[in-house]
């Protein structure tokens, strides 16, 4: 019988576009406090360093085009999730919405994995086996639990 495998992935389809991954320790995070940045108070501690980030951003994607895996339609995207008999999550914080709000339309009853060697913000959501590996590597070991 053949099954669905759905793989939900996270910055690292932007960074073969050219934009640096938000929360990687190289990332933007690494450089900026995230919290401030995205905040009236830090807006009102640091005006200047939220309009240079967010200039810099804007600047950077003015630099670069879209590939073709930013084309994953929300509405289309849940159905996918919904239907999946096996679903995967590589490389991806799980606190970016909308985007991290699919595991919400996991079916139940199905085989779920996290592949990720860091602790998940909020815990790794239910139903789903952790494998604390970076990518390639976590990849490897799915192949082996499949």
Do not use: W
Not at 75 to 81: G, K, P, R, W
Not at 98 to 111: G, K, Q, T
């Amino acid at each position: 019988m053949r099954q669905k495998l759905i793989v939900f992935t996270g910055a690292g389809i932007s960074t073969e576009s050219g934009i640096p991954a938000f929360r990687d320790s190289d990332g933007m995070c690494g450089k900026y406090d995230a919290m401030k940045l995205a905040s009236v108070e830090g807006f009102e501690e640091d005006p200047q360093a939220v309009l240079d980030f967010y200039n810099v951003r804007r600047k950077n994607l003015l630099e670069v085009e879209p590939n073709h895996a930013h084309l994953n339609n929300m509405d289309l995207a849940e159905h996918i999730v919904r239907q999946s008999d096996i679903f995967v999550v590589i490389g991806t914080s799980l606190v970016v919405y909308p985007a991290a709000n699919l595991v919400r339309y996991v079916p139940r009853e199905i085989p779920k994995f996290l592949i990720d060697p860091n602790e998940v913000k909020g815990g790794v959501p239910q139903g789903f086996k952790h494998i604390k590996m970076r990518a390639v590597e976590g990849v490897d070991e799915l192949l082996k639990l499949l």
